[in-house]
């Protein structure tokens, strides 16, 4: 079998909207060559697309046209590594898929603990950030929950009312929230007040909550632009 014909099949079995990389392709780094040959006759064909270099796409249709991948599937091989996530996208891009702000990022944030992932595709500049703890499969979505409580004062176009009750909600489904708290306490102390306040709000387990409180100064005010009408409680974690 070919290079091109490996290449083929291997992109053949990819879902629709999928990004990759030449590292994906299951060929060697001496065939890069070869593969960058077949990749440019199957863009030349329409069957994969060219998003930056190095970095493809397998278009996917709809009913107006040809979709544009994700954010998140746009920057898949920045975020994982083969199936092992080592980052992920926080800022204006997570706050908008959270419906936190309406506003759309020009540069996205990426971040990781361990790698600095600066790149640019297309127009979109990637910015790197370092995130508060290793970065997994499992905790992404509580990193995601806890960045947003971080920058809650710096987003954009921000509802307050109505981010409070999408946050409450949002809390709601963690099943683990003694695995938050222990990822919240590597937070600002203005994080780990204002999940304290909110965990008051939907009834969790006074013990794990204790951790958040013995964690905090007991003078120190949290201005966050809330009250008692946004969020009830947040007196009593010195918010403000």
Not at 17 to 43: M, W
Not at 71 to 87: H, I, M, N, Q
Not at 191 to 199: I, K, N, P, Q, S
Request: with cysteine.
């Amino acid at each position: 079998m070919t290079i091109a014909q490996q290449i083929y099949k291997r992109i053949e079995k990819m879902a629709d909207g999928v990004t990759f990389k030449y590292s994906e392709l299951g060929v060697d780094p001496e065939q890069y060559e070869a593969a960058i040959k077949a990749l440019v006759r199957l863009q030349e064909k329409g069957v994969i697309n060219r998003m930056a270099k190095g970095l493809y796409y397998k278009p996917k249709q709809s009913l107006f046209g040809e979709l544009q991948p994700s954010d998140e599937e746009l920057l898949r091989p920045y975020l994982f590594d083969g199936k092992k996530r080592f980052a992920y996208i926080t800022g204006i891009s997570l706050y908008n898929r959270m419906g936190l702000t309406t506003q759309v990022a020009h540069v996205i944030k990426v971040a990781s603990r361990g790698r600095r992932v600066i790149t640019k595709i297309g127009n979109i500049e990637i910015k790197a950030v370092k995130s508060y703890v290793d970065v997994t499969n499992d905790n992404v979505s509580y990193l995601e929950f806890l960045d947003a409580l971080k920058d809650f004062k710096s987003i954009p176009d921000l509802d307050r009312k109505m981010a409070i009750r999408l946050l409450e909600d949002r809390l709601e489904e963690f099943i683990d929230r003694k695995k938050l708290i222990k990822i919240a306490l590597e937070y600002p102390s203005r994080v780990r007040a204002f999940l304290g306040a909110l965990l008051c709000v939907v009834k969790s387990d006074e013990k794990n909550v204790t951790k958040l409180r013995d964690s905090l100064n007991y003078v120190t005010i949290y201005k966050l632009g809330l009250n008692e009408e946004l969020l009830r409680g947040s007196s009593l974690w010195r918010i403000q």
